[in-house]
């Protein structure tokens, strides 16, 4: 089946500091690559899209320029937090499309996760 | 816009109490409604994909059933490992594939 993996699973930066997380796609070429973050209790929040090649859409209140993303090849995006402050811990997951076998090319594949926590 | 609305929060079962668990959506043109299981600290494990009402699919104790409104994951004769957080999401006919997440049901079933 399809799997995604996600690197770092968590980080402690301190704050003012850029992070960057990895996103693969292992046995699946991912046309289309989608971040999410998560908070305690909360539902999954779609921060951006990322299309292989070209620009991320990122979604309304979502700063491009805090939350850099680049999807350079059809197996990796990566998301860089840039001057993270205490705000922005959170747990960010990414996730792909594309895989196919059971999951099938409509289902988003998800990657574990990352815990992010700035000082 | 795009909504969905979980409930319970959070169900306790003794081992073997079977139950059911809500998902309400409104959405324009579904595309896909989707049930994912999480562990703490984990990203979400798919479960099903449900396309048109009175469509079901089963897995091992888990069954999932979608009318026009809403989604239910049937839970039999659970046990303590099916313990987790239960998120349902929906594609509408305008996303770029991304889903419209749930804030979940947190499950926990206790031997």
């Known amino acids: 089946g399809a799997v995604v993996s996600q690197h770092p699973s968590w980080v402690i930066c301190k704050s003012g500091t850029s992070v960057k997380i990895e996103c693969r796609s292992l046995d699946f070429q991912a046309t289309t690559m989608f971040w999410y973050r998560q908070f305690p209790k909360q539902s999954l929040m779609l921060m951006a899209t990322s299309n292989e090649g070209s620009k991320a859409t990122y979604e309304q209140g979502v700063e491009k320029d805090k939350f850099l993303i680049n999807h350079a090849s059809l197996t990796l995006s990566t998301l860089t937090v840039t001057s993270a402050h205490p705000e922005d811990s959170s747990f960010y997951i990414c996730?792909?499309?594309?895989?196919?076998?059971?999951?099938?090319?409509?289902?988003?594949?998800f990657g574990a996760g990352s815990r992010l926590t700035v000082l | 816009e795009d909504q969905v609305t979980q409930s319970p929060e959070a169900l306790r079962l003794q081992e073997g109490e079977s139950s059911s668990l809500n998902c309400s959506y409104t959405v324009s043109g579904l595309r896909g409604l989707f049930w994912y299981r999480q562990d703490p600290g984990k990203g979400p494990e798919f479960l099903f994909t449900l396309y048109s009402a009175g469509e079901e699919k089963e897995k091992e104790r888990l069954k999932a059933t979608l009318t026009k409104k809403e989604s239910f994951l049937h839970i039999t004769a659970p046990k303590p490992e099916d313990s987790a957080t239960y998120l349902c999401?929906?594609?509408?006919?305008?996303?770029?594939?991304?889903?419209?997440f749930g804030k979940g049901t947190k499950l926990s079933v206790k031997p």
């Open positions: 996730s792909a499309t594309g895989g196919g076998g059971t999951s099938g090319a409509n289902v988003l594949t």
């Open positions: 999401a929906v594609r509408g006919g305008g996303s770029q594939g991304n889903l419209i």
